[in-house]
C-alpha cells in the first residue's frame, strides 16, 4: 500500500507541474511557447500536446488497477515504484532546466529517463494479462519519445547545426523515418500497438502544423503513418501466451 501512495503522491505532483508548464505557463512561458520559438519542421500543431492529458488519465487508472491487485501476485513491485518515482522527478527537473533555458541539461536528463521507461516498460512479461496493464506506460512512453526526438531537434537547430548541407525538410525526413522505424520495431518484437498509434497521432499533427507550405515533409508524415498503419494490421508476430 506504501508504494501506491508513493506512486500517486509522484503522479498527481508531476502531472500539476507538467500541464501548468505546457498548457498554461511557467517562468513566464509555457512549453509549447519555446518549442514554437523555433522553425521546427518536426514539430506538430499545438493541439497535439494535449495528449498530456491522456497520458495522465491512463497512468492514473494504471494506478487504480495496481490498487485493485495489490494483495496478489500481480501487484506493483518495488523495483516498478522506484522506476515510476524517478521517471517523474525527472521529468519536473528536466521541466525545470527547459524552461531556464538549459537545454543541453534538460535533453541528458530527458535521456535518463527514457532510459528507466524502457527498464520500467521491459517488467511486463509479454503475456496477455501484463499487455493490458502495461497500455498505459507504453502510451507515456511512446509520447516521451516523440518529446525526446523533437527537443533533441530543437537544440540542433538552437545551437546553429547545418545538416550536411541537407535542407531541413529532408532532415525532418529523415527524423520521421527513425521515429516509424523505432515503433515499429516495439510494435513487432513487444507486440505493442499503442506505440505507433502514438506516433501516427504526432505524425498528423506534423502535417497540419507544416499543410502546403512544407509539401516534402507533410507527405512523408502522411506516408509513414500509413505505414505503421499497416505494422499494425500486418505484423502478427504475438509473443503472448
Known amino acids: 500500500m506504501t ?5 500517486l503522491f509522484s503522479l498527481t505532483i508531476t502531472m500539476y507541474f507538467t500541464l501548468q508548464a505546457y498548457l498554461l ?5 509555457s512549453t509549447i511557447d519555446i518549442i514554437n520559438r523555433l522553425p521546427l519542421l518536426f514539430a506538430p500543431a499545438n493541439y497535439v500536446y494535449y495528449l498530456w492529458l491522456i497520458v495522465f488519465i491512463f497512468l492514473f487508472l494504471w494506478a487504480n488497477k495496481y490498487w485493485s491487485l495489490r494483495n496478489t501476485e500481480k501487484s506493483i513491485t518495488n523495483l516498478q515504484t522506484i522506476f515510476i518515482s524517478c521517471i517523474m522527478l525527472l521529468q519536473i527537473i528536466n521541466l525545470i532546466c527547459w524552461h ?3 537545454f543541453l541539461q534538460s535533453l541528458i536528463l530527458f535521456f535518463i529517463q527514457l532510459l528507466l521507461m524502457f527498464a520500467l516498460y521491459l ?3 509479454l503475456k496477455n494479462e501484463m499487455l493490458r496493464i502495461r497500455i498505459p506506460v507504453a502510451i507515456y512512453f511512446g509520447w ?3 518529446l525526446f526526438i523533437l527537443q533533441f531537434c530543437y537544440i540542433l537547430v538552437y545551437y546553429g547545426w547545418e545538416g550536411f548541407g541537407l535542407s531541413n525538410a529532408l532532415w525532418a525526413v529523415i527524423v520521421m523515418t527513425v521515429g516509424t522505424a523505432i ?3 516495439l510494435c513487432y518484437h513487444y507486440y505493442d500497438i499503442i506505440f505507433p498509434i502514438i506516433f501516427i497521432w504526432c505524425y498528423i499533427g506534423i502535417v497540419i502544423a507544416n499543410g502546403f507550405d512544407e509539401l516534402l515533409v507533410s507527405t512523408a508524415a502522411l506516408f509513414l503513418s500509413g505505414v505503421m498503419i499497416a505494422g499494425i494490421f500486418f505484423m502478427k508476430k504475438n509473443p503472448a501466451r
Open 3 to 7: 508504494r501506491l501512495f508513493i506512486i
Open 25 to 29: 505557463n511557467f517562468n513566464g512561458k
Open 100 to 102: 531556464y533555458e538549459y
Open 123 to 125: 517488467t511486463y512479461p
Open 144 to 146: 516521451s519519445t516523440y
Open 183 to 185: 515503433a515499429l520495431h
